[in-house]
């Protein structure tokens, strides 16, 4: 993949561990795109959900407390093509934010048992739409994927962040955790990326993945890993 000039923020380097914390660290997992044609029936769905997005941005384009902002689906799919052949055993997927529920569907596309957790109501309803009409398996999770006890402690505003950190979580409402899942994917906005490390880090089962979007047009991997029973 041609990722132009490297951007200047690039926070961590691959093999690179991000931080240790309570029994485990997190580590970057450098991880090469499968360049392939798009399979069709992931394109024709690709196609369908840009129109709709388009459509949905360009209704919404005075909305000032509308958060969302798709992420580079096509390159998306690259990576998360990528991770499903890196790890085998990683079946389930979660979307934090799913907005559309694009990549969740993309997940299920790739045989992940997948799913979404987005906060907005009119998102919702389009991304079941989108996901029903294009027969994916896939269940969108109205609420907060940010557990109440990490919102209250995280040092953040409403005016330093576009994601909502305070509010009902989803994961209470509906019986689902973090650590339930193998892969997360989440599109950060710009200072969001290593508070959202530390959410997935806290929750996350160990062995887990987080796949972060970035619209410098690339995408992060990390793992969680135990550091615990290292002689065991
Ligand atoms: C940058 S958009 C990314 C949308 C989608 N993941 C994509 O890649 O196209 C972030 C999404 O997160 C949602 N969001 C913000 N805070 C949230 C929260 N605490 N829980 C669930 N969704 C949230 C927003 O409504 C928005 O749809």
Same mark, same amino acid.
């Given at each position: 993949?041609?990722?132009?000039?490297?951007?200047?923020?690039? /926070?961590?380097?691959?093999?690179?561990?991000?931080? &240790?914390? &309570?029994?485990? *660290?997190?580590?970057?997992?450098?991880?090469?795109?499968? =360049?392939?044609?798009?399979?069709?029936?992931?394109?024709?769905? $690709?196609?369908? !959900? =840009?129109?709709?997005?388009? +459509?949905? $941005?360009? %209704?919404?384009?005075? @909305?000032? *407390?509308?958060?969302?902002?798709?992420?580079?689906?096509?390159?998306?799919?690259?990576?998360?093509?990528?991770?499903? =052949?890196?790890?085998?055993?990683?079946?389930?997927?979660?979307?934090?934010?799913?907005?559309?529920?694009?990549?969740?569907?993309?997940?299920?596309?790739?045989?992940?048992?997948?799913?979404?957790?987005?906060?907005? /109501?009119?998102?919702?309803?389009?991304?079941?739409? $989108?996901?029903? &009409?294009?027969?994916?398996?896939?269940?969108?999770?109205?609420?907060? #994927?940010?557990? %109440?006890?990490?919102?209250?402690?995280? /040092?953040?505003?409403?005016? =330093?962040?576009?994601?909502?950190?305070?509010?009902?979580?989803?994961?209470?409402?509906?019986?689902?955790?973090?650590?339930?899942?193998?892969?997360? #994917?989440?599109? /950060?906005?710009?200072? +969001? &990326? +290593?508070?959202?490390? +530390?959410?997935?880090?806290?929750? !996350?089962?160990?062995?887990?993945?987080?796949?972060?979007?970035?619209?410098?047009? @690339?995408?992060?991997?990390?793992? *969680?890993?135990?550091?615990? @029973?290292?002689?065991?």
């Amino acid at each position: 993949m041609d990722h132009g000039d490297e951007p200047e923020t690039e /926070p961590y380097a691959d093999d690179e561990c991000v931080s &240790e914390l &309570e029994g485990s *660290k997190l580590v970057r997992v450098k991880i090469d795109p499968i =360049q392939a044609p798009l399979p069709r029936d992931v394109e024709a769905f $690709l196609n369908d !959900a =840009q129109r709709r997005v388009d +459509e949905f $941005l360009e %209704e919404r384009s005075t @909305d000032r *407390k509308l958060g969302f902002f798709p992420s580079d689906y096509p390159l998306v799919y690259t990576f998360l093509d990528a991770v499903r =052949q890196l790890d085998t055993h990683a079946c389930s997927l979660c979307e934090w934010g799913s907005g559309f529920g694009v990549v969740a569907g993309l997940g299920a596309f790739l045989g992940f048992s997948s799913c979404g957790i987005e906060i907005d /109501p009119r998102l919702n309803r389009r991304a079941r739409r $989108l996901l029903r &009409e294009h027969r994916l398996d896939v269940e969108i999770l109205e609420g907060s #994927f940010i557990p %109440e006890e990490f919102a209250h402690t995280a /040092p953040w505003s409403s005016t =330093q962040t576009s994601t909502i950190f305070c509010g009902a979580g989803s994961n209470d409402e509906v019986d689902v955790t973090i650590d339930d899942f193998d892969v997360i #994917f989440a599109f /950060p906005w710009p200072n +969001e &990326e +290593e508070v959202f490390c +530390e959410l997935f880090q806290r929750f !996350a089962a160990n062995g887990a993945l987080l796949m972060t979007y970035h619209a410098l047009d @690339d995408v992060h991997v990390y793992r *969680k890993v135990s550091t615990e @029973d290292r002689d065991g």
